[in-house]
Nanobody, 123 residues
Framework: QVQLVESGGGLVRAGGSLKLSCEVSGRTFTGRAMGWFRQAPGKEREFVSAISWRGDTTYYADSVKGRFTISRDNAKNTVYLQMNSLKPEDTAVYYC????????????????WGQGTQVTVSS
């Protein structure tokens, strides 16, 4: 059974930091690009960041460039999203995603989704 399990969400003040983790079960992780999306109340799910299997290609949404950093540890089947300088508009449910390559992640061609973790940034 494929599982993507996010953790690390929570409540933080504006300007603070959080680090999200997504642990992936089994062979699903091997060779796959990973990424993060988010969905705020009343809005559509949007792309945040993607990383290739080797970690040599990354993509970011313009809204998070310079503040968020995606990384992965293939030995631990885990992808991370370090979020710094958080803003109230970053408040959303953050979803981990897996796809064939980083470009697929960026364009929404997702094979597997996590269940989401809530990030709330207070002003």
């Amino acid at each position: 059974q494929v599982q993507l399990v996010e953790s690390g969400g929570g409540l933080v003040r504006a300007g603070g930091s959080l680090k999200l983790s997504c642990e992936v079960s089994g062979r699903t992780f091997t060779g796959r690009a990973m990424g993060w999306f988010r969905q705020a109340p009343g809005k559509e799910r949007e792309f945040v960041s993607a990383i290739s299997w080797r970690g040599d290609t990354t993509y970011y949404a313009d809204s998070v460039k310079g503040r968020f950093t995606i990384s992965r540890d293939n030995a631990k089947n885990t992808v991370y999203l370090q979020m710094n300088s958080l803003k109230p508009e970053d408040t959303a449910v953050y979803y981990c995603a897996a796809a064939a390559n980083a470009a697929f992640v960026k364009n929404g061609g997702i094979d597997y989704w996590g269940q989401g973790t809530q990030v709330t940034v207070s002003s």
